[in-house]
């Protein structure tokens, strides 16, 4: 899903099921995780997991380009 949205193609997630089933927390895990302990990694849903991979993909190439362009 990252790799497919930073090749520019939209992406997006549904949950679905019946009431209590566990879609909030699959999708964001125990919300103290992403606030208090992020070596918590455990504890984290899809949603936190997506992000700090999209910032790392982002972070990797930004570091290519000034490495390739001598910034």
């Not at 918590?40 to 380009?65: C, H, K, N, W």
């Amino acid at each position: 899903m990252v790799k497919s949205a930073i090749a520019g193609y939209n992406t997006s997630m549904v949950a679905y099921g019946q009431t209590g089933s566990g879609k909030s927390y699959t999708l964001l895990g125990l919300l103290g995780a992403m606030v208090e302990d992020r070596s918590a990694s455990g504890d984290l849903g899809i949603v936190p997991r997506i992000f700090q991979t999209l910032f790392a993909e982002i972070m990797f190439s930004f570091f290519i380009y000034i490495k390739k362009n001598q910034l």
